[in-house]
């Protein structure tokens, strides 16, 4: 049995995982910290009924009560900032879904858990389906004079672009890309811009995590889109990497590189 503990267990990725994991035979939910629904029953909270897993919000207590192999954190940017120093002082592998971070903290995230000999998934997508799209990307890419990416997601998703729009671009050979530059008459009208790509963040209720990716060439358009239809389709990936950190605990960013992607 692998022992899990949620980070962020009260919030929407949260309670899907406490979820998923009630159902699978090998995990077990030993730890639930979250800094809302304090003193709640994770179980109950997250729809399963009750699991003997009490929310609370002090990291280090539940780290150090529940002994957990692994911790899953889905919270903000500024409260994993806080809580990746108590995942290394406890070692314990990890498994990261929240987004928000720079590349130059996740290098700096790398390089301590190396130098820790430590497991840790850090991935802004855990929907196979999203990571192929993004793997299509990159081979798409070289053959086309542009692109653009229209990224929707919930309106209470606080970073923008999203983690897998930047990472997307950032697998791209994007060097050789045109980028028009026509007068904006409203400003913003034509997206953010990043290494080449332009990318446009479009949050509104009803969708949960969609993105299109739109190469334009001579004569022809190719568009790559993915739907999250809901939460449980990042579950999955979620599962497959805390396996997997736990079995082979290294580095890894991306499910690609789990899923030998590259
Ligand atoms: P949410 O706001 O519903 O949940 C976040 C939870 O974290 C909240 O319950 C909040 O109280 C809690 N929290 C805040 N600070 C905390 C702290 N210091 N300690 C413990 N808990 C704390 O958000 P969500 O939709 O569940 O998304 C969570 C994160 O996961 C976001 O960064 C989002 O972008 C990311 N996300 C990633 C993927 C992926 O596949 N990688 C998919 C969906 C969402």
């Known amino acids: 049995m692998i022992r899990v503990c949620v980070v962020g267990a009260a919030g929407k990725m949260g309670r899907e995982i406490v979820r998923t994991l009630a159902r699978e035979k090998d995990f077990v939910l030993v730890g639930a910290c979250d800094v809302q629904e304090v003193g709640q029953d994770a179980g109950v909270l997250s729809g399963v009924g009750p699991l003997g ?4 919000d002090d990291l280090e207590r539940v780290l150090g009560g529940s002994a957990p192999q692994v911790v ?15 995942f290394v002082k406890h070692r314990v592998a990890m498994v990261i879904g929240t ?13 301590v858990v190396e130098s820790e000999r430590l497991g840790c998934v850090i991935a ?7 990571v192929l799209m993004m793997y299509f ?3 798409a890419a070289p053959f086309f004079q542009a692109a653009e990416i229209i990224e929707y997601h919930h309106p209470q998703k606080k970073d923008a672009p999203s983690g897998t729009a930047l990472k997307t671009i950032e697998g791209m050979d994007s ?16 997206g953010g811009m990043y290494r080449g ?9 009803g969708f949960v995590a969609h993105q299109e990716v739109i190469f334009g060439g001579e004569g022809q358009i190719l568009t790559l889109r993915h739907d999250s239809l809901s939460r449980s389709s990042f579950m999955p990936g979620v599962l497959l990497a805390l396996r997997k950190v736990c079995e082979a ?3 890894y960013y991306g499910l690609e590189s789990i899923l030998g992607l590259g």
């Open 53 to 56: 897993v009490l929310i609370q």
């Open 249 to 251: 605990p290294q580095f």
């Open 72 to 86: 899953c954190d889905f919270t903000h940017a500024e409260a994993l900032r806080k809580n990746f120093p108590v």
């Open 197 to 205: 790509v332009r990318v446009h963040s479009i949050r509104l209720p």
């Open 137 to 139: 990307a990159r081979i």
């Open 99 to 111: 987004t928000g971070l720079t590349q130059d903290e996740i290098q700096s995230m790398r390089q």
């Open 124 to 130: 802004p997508n855990f929907a196979i389906g999203a």
């Open 175 to 190: 060097g050789h890309f045109l980028t028009p530059e026509g007068q904006e008459l409203v400003a913003g009208a034509r």
